[in-house]
């Protein structure tokens, strides 16, 4: 007596078929994660980068004494775009900087453009302001 299930050959190939496809399907939807994260992550890694740079810059320009008050905003902007091509800074990135509470506060902001996918573009807005943590007019040692 032949037991049958409903796993005749012709259906069995079928269910091959669809395990393939599924596994196809899965493959691709992760090569295209890995590809975005290959294009994200390096932007991303940057832009971290930069926030670290930019405050110890900030923080060694508010203690540095021999950099008269007026001048250690610009200094920083200088070191920033001397070192722009390390940190994926743009040429047309806006920086300011001014003297708030005491201290000194530089702010960046740029637009940059990931291209994620084949026609589509994700705009990463990076926006940060380095604030140092001593008082510009603090008694000198």
Request: no cysteine; proline share 6%; aromatic share 10%.
């Amino acid at each position: 007596m032949k037991e049958s299930f409903g796993s005749s050959p012709a259906s069995m190939r079928h269910a091959r078929g669809a395990a393939r496809l599924k596994l196809i399907i899965v493959l691709a939807i992760i090569a295209l994660i890995g590809y975005m994260g290959f294009q994200f992550i390096p932007v991303a890694y940057q832009a971290r980068s930069l926030k670290k740079f930019m405050d110890e810059k900030v923080t060694t320009a508010a203690e540095t004494p021999e950099i008269p008050r007026d001048q250690k905003g610009p200094t920083v902007e200088n070191q920033l775009r001397s070192s722009a091509k390390d940190y994926g800074l743009p040429s047309d990135a806006k920086m300011s900087h001014i003297y708030q509470n005491g201290g000194l506060q530089v702010t960046v902001q740029f637009t940059r453009q990931i291209n994620l996918l084949p026609g589509f573009a994700y705009k990463y807005e990076f926006d940060y302001t380095a604030k140092s943590d001593t008082s510009l007019n603090a008694p000198q040692q």
